[in-house]
């Protein structure tokens, strides 16, 4: 595709990381790739078992990376150790102006994707990220839209028909996508509904500033009610 490559943080959380299996690493390689070494240390670690671990955390990124750059774009390693992390994959997104943050959940496999589109807002950003993908590596992509009513269903379907459109003047193949527009008054559980045999969710923010807007309510309710990894692309 010519898109322009998208900027993706994706943490890694330490000691125990969850692999990231060959089809997201397919998926994901047009994108320029920060990995991020997440690790909580716990109490009563000495400097020198410190360093143990950072090293042994360190060769686990960079044999990560490795992958991403055999295969694609460029791959960066970050690592950051300490205590009470939650809000560093959110602070790097932003310190990096990164067009997207993987919220995770294990990943086993890559083949179909649902993308949420609130509003016109994100409409944009999201395409320039999904279009930036490696589709060949794709099953599906379904884009969906949650409606208040009845009544803002058919301009739902005429917003998602002109998303799609831009997909494909991107360069998606339009057999690989379709659309869908549900009814509902409860966002995330609509979603978290629709996501079933989903492999990964693309979301934009919804939140209006700072940190949260990426971990707000919504994201946090779908990724618990899914178990499924999100990608939040940010304004």
């Keep these: 595709m010519d898109a322009q490559p998208q900027t993706v943080v994706i943490p890694i959380e330490f000691p125990d990381p969850?692999?990231?299996?060959?089809?997201?690493?397919?998926?994901?390689?047009?994108?320029?790739?920060?990995?991020?070494?997440?690790?909580?240390?716990?109490?009563?670690?000495?400097?020198?078992?410190?360093?143990?671990?950072?090293?042994?955390?360190?060769?686990?990124?960079?044999?990560?990376?490795?992958?991403?750059?055999?295969?694609?774009?460029?791959?960066?390693?970050?690592?950051v150790m300490g205590h009470d992390l939650t809000d560093v994959p959110s602070t790097v997104a932003e310190e990096r102006d990164a067009d997207a943050l993987l919220i995770t959940n294990p990943i086993t496999t890559l083949g179909r994707i649902l993308v949420p589109i609130r509003d016109r807002k994100f409409a944009d950003p999201v395409v320039e990220f999904v279009s930036t993908l490696e589709e060949s590596g794709l099953i599906h992509?379904?884009?969906?839209?949650?409606?208040?009513?009845?009544?803002?269903?058919?301009?739902?379907?005429?917003?998602?028909?002109?998303?799609?459109?831009?997909?494909?003047?991107?360069?998606?193949?339009?057999?690989?996508?379709?659309?869908?527009?549900?009814?509902?008054?409860?966002?995330?559980?609509?979603?978290?509904s629709a996501a079933d045999g989903y492999d990964l969710i693309i979301m934009g923010e919804t939140q209006d500033t700072g940190y949260e807007r990426v971990f707000g309510e919504m994201y946090e309710s779908v990724a618990e009610q899914t178990h499924l990894p999100i990608i939040v692309v940010r304004e």
């Design 141 to 192: 992509t379904t884009l969906l839209h949650v409606a208040d009513d009845d009544d803002a269903v058919a301009d739902a379907e005429a917003f998602l028909s002109e998303v799609k459109t831009g997909l494909v003047e991107a360069g998606y193949p339009s057999t690989g996508v379709d659309t869908e527009v549900v009814v509902s008054d409860d966002p995330s559980f609509a979603v978290s």
């Design 18 to 79: 969850d692999p990231l299996p060959p089809t997201f690493i397919d998926v994901t390689t047009p994108c320029r790739v920060v990995l991020l070494g997440v690790y909580e240390l716990p109490d009563g670690v000495d400097d020198d078992e410190r360093h143990r671990r950072e090293i042994e955390a360190k060769n686990t990124l960079y044999s990560l990376a490795s992958n991403f750059v055999r295969e694609g774009e460029t791959a960066e390693v970050e690592l």
